[in-house]
């Protein structure tokens, strides 16, 4: 079989549909984690955070004498239902409660004024920004081979098209584009 640029081509074009679609759903799965872990100062993908500020109605505890049965009372009777886990006083005026899941209270004990900090967890997201932290060496592995994969899309999309409108016309210019714009992010 002669291999000429129309043979090639038409190679190009069936190894580029296939690699595609086998690949698709990875490189969807990296751009949406991608872009969670890029806006993670105004999103956290692995929890949703809500505060609810109330006030706590006297006795209010003092540092050294609170035990965990007084911090469980305090909890029930400011309407927390979440499980107790330990406590502790970060300073004079201050109680810190810690509660299962992450999640937390911390009350002033001068004023009454507490803050509840629930946590929940956003399973989709943190299963996929999990990915770009590369759980375990089988995903090394994967993550390799869809490395290669992505090479074979871009090199064999590169030669499909000819003329104008392929490598050595519009698709070329487009092409130095792709390839400098992320190289003059990293030397400003």
Not at 41 to 66: C, H, I, M, R, W
Request: charged share 20%; glycine share 10%; proline share 4%.
């Amino acid at each position: 079989m002669k291999l000429n640029s129309t043979t090639l081509r038409r190679w190009s074009r069936v190894l580029h549909r296939e690699v595609s679609y086998f690949f698709a759903g990875m490189v969807l799965i990296y751009a949406l984690s991608g872009i969670a872990l890029n806006h993670r100062g105004s999103f956290n993908p692995n929890y949703s955070v809500e505060q609810q500020t109330l006030v706590v109605s006297a006795p209010l505890p003092v540092k050294g004498d609170f035990s965990r049965d007084q911090a469980i009372d305090l909890l029930r009777k400011s309407g927390v239902e979440l499980d107790y886990v330990k406590h502790y006083f970060p300073n004079d005026h201050s109680l810190k409660i810690f509660l299962k899941g992450g999640s937390s209270m911390v009350v002033d004990t001068r004023s009454g004024e507490a803050v509840v900090e629930t946590l929940t967890r956003r399973y989709v997201w943190s299963a996929l920004t999990k990915l770009h932290y590369n759980p375990g060496s089988w995903w090394t592995w994967f993550s390799d081979i869809f490395a290669i994969g992505l090479i074979c899309i871009t090199l064999t999309g590169i030669i499909i098209v000819k003329g104008p409108k392929g490598l050595w016309g519009r698709g070329g210019v487009e092409l130095a584009a792709g390839i400098l714009i992320p190289l003059l992010f990293l030397f400003l």
